[in-house]
């Protein structure tokens, strides 16, 4: 969680170049946000995109302060989350076939998607140049979605990490000793 914070002050700095003053620091907080919220949308979007290729039933995808639910292609405000989702997440349903590795794979598509997003903005960012305002929200964007990928991959308890890890111990312990 730290790792995010850093990251989200960083994109302060990056921004502060292009917004100057008091003015400049509402906007900033509000180019930060904005972009926030853009990450956690991939990041949801990556979760949903791989779970649904592993046949699961996707029922919502939250990203707050919005929520879509996929069976009534309904969106809705949602001001409240529950413990652990800081950012969103996405309600899904899968077969017990194999869902160890499934739940793996889907809780890592998340941070992956946050990572190809920071190389794609990264990349955009300068080829532009963070001397422009598109180049420099590029570049926040990049730097966003990093640490919010990294952040992810941390196992703590609620994130993907640690999805992923007692995924690994799960495995782990259902093998035969020999």
């Not at 003053?21 to 853009?38: I, K, P, T």
């Not at 639910?69 to 652990?84: I, Q, S, V, Y």
């Amino acid at each position: 969680m730290a790792i995010f914070f850093l990251t989200a002050f960083g994109v302060m700095g990056v921004l502060s170049e292009h917004f100057r003053g008091d003015a400049g620091l509402v906007l900033r907080l509000m180019m930060d946000a904005m972009l926030c919220f853009v990450a956690v949308l991939v990041h949801e979007l990556g979760h949903a995109a791989v779970a649904r290729q592993l046949g699961a039933d996707i029922r919502a995808i939250v990203v707050l302060p919005f929520a879509f639910n996929t069976k009534r292609r309904e969106l809705r405000l949602k001001w409240r989350a529950g413990m652990g989702d800081l950012g969103g997440y996405v309600s899904y349903t899968l077969d017990r076939i194999d869902a160890r590795r499934k739940h793996m794979m889907i809780a890592a598509a998340g941070p992956i998607a946050n990572l190809l997003l920071a190389l794609v903005a990264g990349t955009g960012a300068a080829l532009v140049g963070t001397d422009t305002l598109g180049g420099a929200l590029l570049g926040a964007l990049a730097l966003l979605s990093a640490g919010m990928g990294i952040a992810n991959l941390v196992p703590f308890t609620g994130s993907d990490g640690h999805h992923i890890l007692e995924g690994f111990r799960a495995g782990a312990r259902n093998k035969p000793v020999r």
